[in-house]
């Protein structure tokens, strides 16, 4: 039985080890609140107190972390992955990061970035996206892991190839929800029934998951988060970076960027990306942020 150590158990991450062990693998989980811990433990994990602790008797390790310093301090830090796992032990990093930290790690030690889109519900499904930087044999390697909890999985070129490809998708994904919220207060503004308009507007070429998982949601101005606005603003400051370095504009990204920035710095961080949908309506005067 191969053995997992899972390091970050929040809202994607805790679902993912669940599934991981539904799946048959013998997984120990970490993360810093307990109480996640505890719940991979009732759904059949092991417990582990440290990284070190998690990690030492590995396979694998799979980490999923919000930012760039958090991963490069979890995995190549003094009580890190790279000091307590065993020699040829594959780090399988899910996290959304920086490519140039992901190529870094991969110097250092047997190392696939796999990034991952589809958000809480498709963690709970374990139907994400997941697109994959590194080696073939690596990737070949940790298939029946990223099967487990994905049903789009792809190998995307080298190390740091994940995470650029994150970057476009989550340049795709802020753009939608931003159009989407422009049409849900546009569609308002002049009383049509949201909910007809989102089922024939999802059957056209407007169609999109967007409109088929956050919509109504949006509408009910209910913003639980599957994915954070504070973090889609740390991940399309990647993008805008990644842009700059290879001269690409991103006009529309850019714009898109402020307004996710400016939802952030409102003190919304913590709501749904989908709250975008308030910064519109605000903008268009129907209601206060």
């Known amino acids: 039985m191969t053995k997992i150590g ?116 498709g963690a709970i499904e374990g139907s994400l996206s997941i697109m994959v930087g590194g080696g073939a044999e690596d990737f070949a390697a940790a298939r029946p892991v990223l099967d487990a909890v994905g049903s789009t999985v792809v190998h995307v070129g080298e190390a740091g190839a994940g995470q650029t490809v994150k970057a476009a998708n989550q340049l795709i994904v802020a753009g939608t929800i931003e159009l989407v919220a422009e049409s849900l207060v546009f569609l308002e503004a002049h009383g049509v029934d949201t909910e007809a308009a989102i089922k024939v507007l999802s059957g056209g070429l407007a169609g999109n998951r967007v409109l088929d998982r956050k919509a109504a949601a949006m ?30 504009a991103i006009p529309l990204g850019a714009a898109v960027a402020q307004l996710m920035a400016a939802l952030n710095a409102q003190g919304h961080g913590g709501l749904d990306h989908g709250a975008l949908l308030k910064l519109v309506a605000q903008l268009s005067g129907r209601e206060e942020v």
């Open 6 to 121: 899972f390091i970050g158990l929040g809202i994607m991450g805790g679902p993912m080890a669940a599934n991981l062990v539904k799946a048959g693998f013998d997984v120990t989980g970490y993360n810093r609140s307990r109480a996640k811990v505890d719940r991979l433990v009732e759904a059949g994990g092991r417990d582990a107190d440290s990284v070190a602790d998690a990690v030492r008797d590995a396979d694998v390790v799979v980490t999923m972390l919000p930012d760039s310093p958090d991963v490069e301090a979890v995995v190549l830090g003094e009580d890190g992955v790279l000091a307590h796992a065993k020699p040829g032990t594959l780090l399988v990093d899910c996290s959304t990061i920086r490519p140039d930290v992901s190529r870094a790690i991969a110097e250092r030690m047997r190392a696939l970035d796999a990034p991952v889109s589809g958000g809480e519900q």
């Open 219 to 248: 509408v009910r101005r209910e913003f639980t988060p599957g994915f954070r606005v504070e973090l889609h603003h740390k991940d399309l400051g990647i993008v805008q970076a990644a842009a700059r370095e290879a001269g690409v």
